[in-house]
């Protein structure tokens, strides 16, 4: 059978040095396996069938009898790893913290247990301009905060 660690070790190996990225492996019943994937330019569905191309050549599908489906983590996913921190540092996030808090503003920072968040909020016809410093551990949720303008 394959197990996550498997797949971690060989696909870590394979993407290191390429700007891809493991999000999150998960080995669903009947052992279906979903590899989510980023990438710190840009991730296209050749990158996808590269990856699913390259796994299917590691491990014997009729021996191991899985199916596969490889994709990016999407836009409206949270972020799970480090390097989603990274990749969208200048862009607009919204945290959920442990006590409750929501907070949306500008990645300005991360390092490996921190974010700092610039937050613009109007105040009485004034901007009132805040910076937090989040460890990751007081952080239940960050996700890219979308906006659409007409």
């Not at 990856?51 to 599908?61: A, L, T």
């Not at 921190?85 to 409750?100: A, F, P």
């Not at 390092?111 to 805040?130: H, P, Q, S, Y």
Request: aromatic fraction near 8%; hydrophobic fraction near 35%.
């Amino acid at each position: 059978m394959i197990t996550k660690e498997d797949i971690y070790k060989l696909l870590n190996q394979k993407l290191e040095g390429s700007g891809k990225y493991i999000v999150d492996i998960i080995i669903k019943p009947a052992n279906k396996i979903c590899i989510y994937l980023d990438a710190f330019n840009n991730l296209n569905i050749d990158d996808c069938a590269e990856v699913s191309h390259w796994f299917n050549k590691q491990f014997d599908r009729e021996v191991e009898d899985y199916a596969l489906e490889v994709s990016s983590a999407g836009l409206t996913s949270p972020f799970k790893v480090s390097q989603q921190y990274e990749k969208n540092k200048g862009k607009n996030i919204k945290v959920k913290t442990t006590d409750g808090k929501i907070l949306k503003g500008l990645l300005k920072d991360f390092n490996n247990d921190t974010i700092t968040l610039v937050e613009n909020n109007k105040i009485k016809g004034k901007i009132n301009i805040t910076e937090h410093i989040i460890n990751l551990n007081n952080i239940t949720e960050t996700k890219l905060d979308i906006q659409f303008f007409k």
